[in-house]
């Protein structure tokens, strides 16, 4: 089913690929964190903010295979493309690659066990591609075997960070800053930043196009609704709740999905850490709790995170989803791989949680009611 929802989108996509007789270019829209500039015989690429509060950004230089290198540009990393082999350590850009076309070009995982996109699944049951971390950390010797174009990964700029010592074992790496993104179209327009690794920019651009339109014409369905139902997000851990803040990621989906998020008035773009007693406090006006953990699938289980939710109002109402529908055989959840990039689908399953009936009986592709 899976492959099928994203075949047909993709359909249009190709069709407009197959009538493109210019250059590939893309121009970004929606991101704030990266660019691409085109210049005689070959790209620039900037990244421009990998982190919260990074000093510098990245700058990848991306050039024909078989031509010369480019001279007199400084950049931390030069690429041939298109790719041939790659290594992603993060799930949420394998989709983007198997998209483009490229699922083949992936060779190394960082987890394969959290791996969902079909194509990939059937690479690492075939052992075509292998998982590249030890002790949750890269393997480096492993990974220097599989000869890659390029390492996708990302940086947290703290002592987790990984992408300096592969740098320095001499492995092509590219770090890639979509998570910083405040809104769900603009951490998917990265896909025009993959794209352009494997000379792709103007199937990306139509891809990304259709994937906009359908969101908008979600988002305006939402607009139109007469009620907006009070919206909770996540879930208490060791006696804190870190809700998203007003201006983040999350509360922009709830927003165009026609919700009233509860802290929508916070000006963060991140998370806002607050005792549990004072998000208990307000969740009793809450309608709908969305992704309270992954972990729950009843409310018994909600229970046991804290006996004070068994009294919230909207336990009776069935008013708990979590994004769980769809898990990889070790857990992973696709909502943050296949779901980065389709926001359109996240946004379908929202409103339809939101605003029953609104969407007809158009069927759920990440949310899952907690219920029994």
């Not at 083949?104 to 995982?109: A, K």
């Not at 052992?127 to 075997?145: D, Q």
Request: proline share 6%; net charge neutral.
């Amino acid at each position: 089913m899976r492959r099928i929802i994203l075949s047909v989108l993709a359909c249009g996509a190709i069709g407009a690929l197959a009538a493109q007789t210019g250059p590939q270019r893309a121009v970004v829209s929606y991101a704030a964190g990266f660019s691409i500039e085109y210049r005689p015989g070959y790209k620039v690429l900037g990244v421009k903010s990998p982190w919260p509060g990074a000093k510098r950004g990245f700058t990848y230089v991306l050039y024909r295979r078989g031509e010369p290198r480019p001279a007199g540009v400084e950049a931390d990393g030069f690429f041939e493309t298109p790719l041939r082999r790659v290594i992603t350590f993060s799930t949420t850009y394998i989709p983007q690659i198997a998209a483009l076309g490229e699922a083949d070009s992936i060779v190394g995982v960082d987890s394969a066990s959290f791996v969902s996109t079909p194509e990939l699944r059937t690479r690492i049951e075939s052992g075509a591609t292998v998982e590249t971390t030890r002790n949750w950390s890269p393997n480096l010797e492993l990974m220097i075997s599989l000869a890659p174009d390029a390492v996708f990964t990302y940086g947290m700029g703290n002592e987790w960070d990984a992408h300096s010592k592969m740098k320095e074992a001499g492995l092509p790496v590219v770090v890639n800053g979509d998570w910083n993104e405040a809104s769900p179209l603009a951490r998917a327009e990265w896909l025009k930043f993959i794209a352009a690794f494997y000379d792709k920019e103007a199937f990306a651009s139509s891809y990304f196009d259709s994937i906009v339109r359908e969101y908008e014409r979600v988002r305006a369905l939402a607009a139109a609704a007469k009620e907006r139902p009070r919206v909770l997000a996540d879930g208490p851990f060791q006696g804190s709740w870190t809700v998203p803040g007003g201006k983040s990621y999350m509360a922009r989906y709830i927003a165009d999905a026609g919700g009233l998020y509860l802290w929508a008035e916070d000006g963060g773009t991140g998370g806002l850490a607050l005792s549990s007693e004072k998000v208990y406090e307000r969740a009793l006006g809450a309608d709908i709790w969305l992704n309270p953990s992954i972990a729950v699938r009843s409310r018994a289980d909600l229970a046991a995170l804290d006996p004070r939710f068994a009294a919230l109002p909207l336990m009776n109402r069935g008013g708990v989803w979590n994004d769980t529908r769809r898990l990889s055989p070790g857990g992973g959840d696709d909502y943050f791989e296949s779901g980065i990039m389709r926001p359109d689908l996240v946004l379908i399953d929202l409103v339809k949680i939101f605003h029953p009936g609104l969407l007809g009986d158009r069927p759920f592709t990440y949310y899952l009611k907690v219920d029994g």
